[in-house]
């Protein structure tokens, strides 16, 4: 029994997927205690867009902490804190035009998210929330309410209330309009569904399985809540910061209006340092001085860090650029899998760099990760039944480093094959002779 089997909790996850002790991070790799080296195309769940301790940042961060820069602040002000804003609006707002107040939640997704809620109910005087088929948004009760998860649900222990679901972008055949359901729930006097105070939606469904809503889907949404005087809450913890190409994965989307509130964490620090921030539209700034706390969002080192990436990756397009031609890269190698292997994928999608190969059975999934780790690749499974192989490479790797894991994920592809391809191969022959004899 290992020092985690014996002493972590049962609750530990990913130290199952890849049963090994690392030591060492450096751009897209990772080391471990045996000298062993893998690429990382989970990049911290897209906490590390910009790779494992990157440099530009590492050295802002030193000279930071040997100066004896204000380490814990609460959310007194420091210098840190000023040059975080100063850049942020410099460098992502003012550019696109954005007006938006900046609130310093507790330093994790789900802190964001729950600050998110909470001002919308309080905006609007209203309680319940719609959120959508598949959605995370993360695992504190409030957040929790509007994820889908029914595995995650359950753990709750309580009822998860005040949230109603509706079907995401694409649920159903391209003839079911998803939309026009929710505005009938929203329209239709008899519906059940009482006026909420937001909806809250991730533009691509990362956890959900790598579910990708179109410009189009997303625009009409933007109007619709428009339309009904309902907050529009897009969570980019996941997508935002570069990972569909640019700034926030909504964009290029030409939005009529801009989303009321924008959740952000994850790789906005750069560093994988804890921070998170909840962007408002000034008309909902509703809180009263300290009516949501907490005392850990005054992060300064995540605030040196947060503002150093801003500046070396965000001030032209050129990261933008990288990501599209990569995830070019991407999108031809999964189509090019899924073709090759009919009986064990369905389909391969995702927008930027994280796509990802929904798998015809979940048990593929897990086997191709499993494989994946055993020749030296990183990976990880996603969607309601962890049917979906979801690849996250950070946004900044070598394009030989990029070809060689996806070249690891083909070997790791070859070797499940080689032990499931009989049985899939004659499941899917009975299949078409059985749509053959009618
Ligand atoms: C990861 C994630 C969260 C939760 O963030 P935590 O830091 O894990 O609390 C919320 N929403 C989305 C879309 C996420 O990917």
Known sequence: ?????????????????????????????????????????????????????????REKLLDYITSEGVTHSLDTATTAKEEFLLTFEE??????????????????????VESALKLARKATGRESVISFTNAFHGMT???????????????????????????????????????EQLDYFLTDAGSGVDQPAAVVVETIQAE??????????????GELCHRHGILLIVDDIQVGCGRTGPFFSFEEMDLDH????????????????????????????????????????????????????LRRWWTNDSLTKDVARRADTVTARLTALVEDHPAMFEEARGRGLIQGVECSEPELASAISAAAFEVGLIVETAGPRDEVVKLLPPLTIRDDQLEQGLDLLNEAVERVFDTEGDRLLSTSETASEAVAAG
């Open 258 to 309: 801009q989303p009321d509130i924008v959740c952000l964490s994850k790789s906005l620090s750069g560093y994988g340092l804890p921070f998170a921030v909840v962007l408002l539209d000034p008309r909902f700034d509703v809180f009263k001085p300290g009516e949501h706390n907490g005392t850990f969002r005054g992060f300064n080192l995540a605030f040196v860090t947060a503002a150093a990436a």
């Open 141 to 179: 009760l409030g957040s929790l309410a509007v994820t889908g998860n029914s595995m995650k649900r359950a753990g709750a222990g309580v009822p998860l209330t005040n949230a109603v679901t509706m079907p995401y972008a694409g649920s159903f055949d391209d003839d079911v309009d998803t939309l």
């Open 1 to 57: 029994m290992n020092t985690f089997q014996r002493l972590e909790s049962e609750v530990r996850s990913y130290c199952r997927a890849w049963p090994t002790v690392f030591t060492k991070g450096s751009g897209a790799t990772l080391v471990d205690e045996q000298g062993a080296e893998y690429l990382d195309f989970f990049a911290g769940a897209g906490a590390l867009n910009y790779g494992h301790n990157p440099l530009p940042l």
């Open 91 to 112: 460098v992502v707002l003012a550019p696109r035009g954005l007006d938006y107040k900046v609130m310093f939640p507790g330093p994790t997704g789900t802190n964001a």
């Open 208 to 221: 959900g399985g790598v579910n990708v809503a179109s410009a189009m889907w997303m625009r009409r949404l």
